[in-house]
């Protein structure tokens, strides 16, 4: 298991968000607790997780509808919680890309050993994945190189936003120090060029958003999410 699971839980019902969340922290989850779906997303955007556990039946918002969406943009584990017992519902919450599902009431006990069983899971998955998925950057040469052997050739500013975001290590970079590493001035015209070139840059490097190391990271700017050797 990571040495450091970070849990986001979202549960409209007070009382029992708190008493999941005292226990998740007693037994070493680091866990952030939300009431709404409108307030999960605002966490995906400001922090990293490794585990979602969503109350299916939110008041603003389908869990389900959450889960598609984390899936869609994150490498994140989901665990379900819900009061419902029907097989159909248990199946449309794997359809969702939901990895556990748990019906109410939960035994606190029960729901941690599932993130820590999953988290491991993931984190042994990542970690095979990681160690086949380097790509290399060569500045002098400007050229990426994907883990196939494929070589995509850079133009200075798409060589320079690789670099800027190779300098953090896979965290975020926001868009205010992109745009002032690549352009002479930070307003509404950097912004649109900032945007145009990440879409050619995600084009050139073809891959769905879910798999490619140029990632979005909402409410903040981009990171590159792969292993990459500089050269």
Known sequence: MPQETRVVL?????????????????????????????????ALGASRFDIAVLDIGLPDRSGLELARLTREKTCMGIVFL???????????GYE???DVYLMKPVDCRVLAASIQSLAARLCD???????????TLSS????????????????????????????SHG???SRHQIAESLYPRDDI??????????????VKIGQRESDAPLRTVHGIGYAFAAPLLMK
């Open 10 to 42: 979202v549960e409209d019902d007070a009382d029992l968000r708190e008493s999941l969340r005292a226990y998740l922290q007693k037994v070493g989850l680091k866990t952030a607790c939300v009431g709404s779906a409108h307030a999960y997303l605002e």
């Open 82 to 92: 819900t009061g419902s017992t029907t097989d159909s519902d248990q199946i449309r």
């Open 96 to 98: 969702a890309g939901g």
């Open 125 to 135: 998955q990542r970690q095979e994945k990681d160690d086949n998925a380097v790509w």
């Open 140 to 167: 002098g040469r400007w050229l990426l190189t994907d883990p196939t052997g494929r070589e995509i050739r850079l133009t200075a500013k798409e060589l320079r936003l690789i670099e800027v975001l190779a300098s």
């Open 171 to 173: 965290h975020a970079v």
């Open 189 to 202: 015209y950097t912004s649109r060029a900032l945007d145009a070139l990440i879409r050619r840059l995600r």
